[in-house]
């Protein structure tokens, strides 16, 4: 056994093999799988291994359709071929409109990654899937790509093909401990030794968190039983003359596929049950659960109306094993948070499905710092400190309940809410609050105006539409305010603090005293990795000379590491994250000065007090530190308060905005403002794919500055051109909003992708952020966006159709 290589790879199921596998194909061939076990011991041997194009975002889409495009590779490889029934086709099911039109969505979006679903109606599913009833159907979504592949043969080609290329697979060597060393590296404990490597990749299947203990941190990954069963021969499969499609049933909650001359049917049953919560036997390998199909007779008799077919067969095998899920069903994939030269590959409850794409994105991110697609949506930073174990098995069962029913715009599940609290939840409850959540924040979504008040989440604009429109004009005309919880806020101090920001942004740092900037930070590549306003707090009785650095909510970890890594030894720069202690009241509109002066000394004045700049004061007694910035483009303030105190500043403010007329307002507003401005979302509109040029922020980059991180690569990317280009869209329809995802067309040619769309209804138009190609991309070029099967007019207009010399926020 090595004593020394580049990367450690722990777990030998699909996550550990495809990893492995990519790192060779990647270029780097010292690298090495240890397995406690036998390759595939784990989750991956008892697997239904169904293997689908079906995403819901373009990022698992496009790794989808990696692990397609691998698998026909290695099931043709006449060295060592693997069973993989590609091209059987698959449905999912709907017998509600709300549902088709879902479908129809994704068809929208999964286009611009080059892949067509089909939308067909209930004749034409039972037509394809002749053992299906039609009864209370009204259709589905067809995937040809569809089918199931051999696990075991499948993590073996993978180990294979690795090997060849140079990598070494340890089998039966447990690891016992692991080690950082002072220079970041590592070293992996095992039975038979220790391995020195510069990195460790955590693919440990449901032995995620002993492997994460060894390490110091906990993964919010939990297990959960999942069960199917194998029946006989049916004769009506071989009659059909054709291998059966895959079945996906949200109204059952069922699955099946062909096995052999039977079927596989599998069961996402209400009285679900996690495993192994309170620790794993050694001895668990190879192992199943105990059966257990009481549990699923509810859901057995929906498959049974479904499927008649069913009640006229015996079954072979029944298989209970358990599945690894996620907070929020998608895995775990990328650098783990708060560790240096950690990675990990966890929570894939479809693994072998994805799995090859899963490692395919994982390879890339170790070996160049980031994958070809923007992977936020697996990154192990998504989820931050309410994300414990526990927090976790209750949105997995809600997730397993649910597992073929999408989540539609604006939905919000009950399980696990209330995670992160201020003292303003329960007032604004009471105010009539409705919520969305944010990194696990309870976030005032809007204000209900009256208590049975509770629209369906749809597709479609709904009656919430006309509540936001009122929350906006009051904002426009009067004066709003809104509580922004969970703002990433990390405060820099040191002597060095500006001279580091300055590497790090790839614009101008503000340095004096009282002010504010707003800058990018760039990844290695040249494409947005960040974005943070920088605000300069002059000493006080306070503290010293600081910086706050504030993003957005959903980047605590993520910017964390980012700065934490970039830090040198010889740099006089500290880094204290306060997100959690201190919370943002927005007091925004034409009257927001007034409201303020009257419950804070001093002079509030434009002339005094400019935009962009920041002073520490009190709000009645109460200490607070205010920021005139605004993210709707009206005159507003940020009053940033410690959670303390936030009950005392907003009493002040609600009775000095009573002469006024103050009213609250929720993000819905906000996000309808913020796209009338111009204004972008991070990990909506900013994405690791596009460099600030391509994203329309050239404005923000000094080129002529010193070095920056990422100045070498977006000198290159200039001189290139850009691929695609970032434009503000009209689009002519009034009864739905834009959908992110969602392609833009002209004929049967993709030309973009929605990123962002919302009502304006300050300009009384309905807005789309899109990168669409660059050949497009000037104000009145025209193309359609196909939203939800329907082809609708969209012109690219001028960015910030509301105020665009931006003199409201100035004022």
């Not at 597709?459 to 509580?483: I, Q, S």
């Amino acid at each position: 056994m090595k004593s020394r290589t580049k990367v450690v790879v722990i777990g030998g199921g699909i996550a550990g093999c495809s990893t492995l596998y990519h790192l060779t194909q990647e270029g780097w061939s010292d690298v090495v799988l240890v397995e406690r076990d036998e390759l595939t011991s784990g989750t991956t041997w008892h697997s239904a291994a169904q293997v689908t194009n079906f995403g819901m975002t373009q990022t698992m889409v496009g790794l989808k359709s990696h692990s397609i495009a691998l698998y026909k590779k290695l099931r043709d490889d006449p060295e060592y071929p693997v069973g993989y029934h590609h091209g059987d086709g698959g449905i999912r099911l709907a017998n509600t409109e709300a549902q088709m039109q879902g479908y129809r969505h994704f068809a929208s979006m999964a286009r611009g990654m080059g892949v067509d679903y089909e939308i067909i109606d209930a004749a034409e599913c039972a037509r394809r899937h002749p053992l299906i009833s039609t009864e209370n159907l009204l259709g589905g979504l067809w995937d040809g790509e569809d089918g199931d592949i051999d696990p075991a043969q499948l993590c073996q080609a993978l180990a294979f093909h690795a090997r060849k290329a140079g990598a070494e697979v340890y089998r039966n060597t447990p690891v016992t401990g692991l080690s950082q060393l002072k220079d970041d590296t590592w070293t992996v404990h095992t039975e038979h030794g220790d391995i020195d490597c510069d990195i460790v990749v955590n693919a440990g299947g449901y032995r995620v968190n002993e492997v994460a203990a060894m390490m110091g941190v906990q993964h919010p990954v939990a297990s959960m039983e999942h069960q199917y069963f194998i029946t006989e021969d049916i004769p009506a499969i071989a009659e059909a003359r054709h291998r059966m499609p895959l079945l996906r049933c949200p109204i059952s909650d069922y699955y099946s596929r062909q096995e052999k001359g039977g079927l596989l049917v599998g069961f996402y049953e209400q009285d679900c049950k996690t495993w192994g919560m309170d620790g794993i036997s050694p001895d668990f390998s190879n192992d199943l659960c105990p059966d257990d199909l009481d549990r699923v007779m509810d859901v057995l008799e929906g498959a049974f109306e479904r499927m008649p077919a069913l009640t006229e067969v015996g079954i072979k095998r029944v298989v209970n094993g358990p599945i690894t899920y996620t907070i929020d069903g998608a895995p775990l994939v990328g650098p783990i948070p708060g560790k240096r030269n950690a990675f990990c590959i966890i929570g894939l409850r479809a693994g072998l499905g994805e799995g090859g794409g899963h490692g395919w994105l994982l390879a890339q991110q170790i070996v160049h710092g980031e994958a070809c697609y923007d992977t936020w949506v697996i990154d192990p930073r998504r989820f931050t400190g309410h994300a414990t174990v526990e927090f976790t098995a209750v949105k997995a069962i809600e997730d397993y309940q649910n597992e073929f029913r999408f989540h539609f715009p604006h939905e919000h599940r009950p399980a696990g809410r209330n995670a992160k609290t201020t003292p303003l939840t329960p007032v604004m409850a009471a105010e009539g609050a409705e919520f969305t959540v944010v990194n696990g924040w309870e976030r005032v979504d809007y204000i209900r105006p009256s208590p049975e008040f509770r629209p369906t989440p749809s597709f479609n604009f709904d009656a919430v539409f006309d509540v936001v429109a009122a929350e906006v004009a009051n904002v426009a005309t009067n004066v709003g305010l809104a509580e922004v919880n969970g703002f990433n806020r990390i405060e820099i101090t040191g002597k060095d603090r500006h001279s580091f920001l300055d590497r790090m942004m790839c614009g101008t740092v503000t340095k004096r005293d009282g002010r504010i900037g707003l800058g990018y930070l760039l990844n290695h590549h040249g494409c947005i990795k960040a974005e943070a306003t920088v605000a300069n707090l002059p000493a006080s009785d306070r503290g010293g000379q600081r910086i706050w650095y504030g993003s957005a909510a959903a980047s605590e970890y993520h910017d964390m590491d980012w700065l934490t890594a970039h830090l040198r030894p010889d740099e006089d720069v500290q880094l204290r994250s306060l997100t959690n202690d201190q919370t943002i009241l927005v007091l925004a509109g034409p009257k927001a000065r007034t409201v303020l002066s009257a419950c804070a000394r001093g002079d509030w004045s434009a002339d005094v007090f400019p935009w962009l700049s920041v002073r520490e004061c009190c709000i009645g007694f109460a200490p607070a530190t205010i920021m005139v910035v605004s993210f709707s483009g009206e005159l507003a303030y940020e009053i940033h308060v410690p959670n303390a105190s936030l009950y005392a500043v907003y009493l002040a403010l609600r009775e000095a905005g009573k002469a006024y007329n103050l009213r609250l307002f929720g993000a819905r507003a906000v996000d309808s403002m913020r796209m009338e401005k111009g204004f972008l979302h991070w990990k909506a509109d900013l994405i690791t794919e596009f460099d600030p040029f391509e994203t329309g922020l050239s404005r923000f980059v000094k080129m002529g500055k010193g070095d920056f991180i990422g100045k070498e690569a977006l000198l290159d990317r200039q001189a290139a051109g850009p691929r695609n280009q970032l434009v503000t869209l009209k689009i002519d329809t009034t009864h739905a909003p834009a959908h992110p995802g969602a392609s833009l067309m002209q004929g049967d040619k993709v030309v973009g992708t929605v990123t962002s769309g919302e009502y304006g209804h300050r300009v009384g138009m309905n807005l789309a952020y899109a990168f669409v190609l660059p050949e497009f991309g000037n104000p009145g070029s025209a193309m359609e966006l196909d939203l939800c099967g329907d082809r609708i007019r969209a012109q690219v207009i001028e960015p910030s159709p509301y105020d665009p010399k931006f003199e409201r926020m100035r004022s």
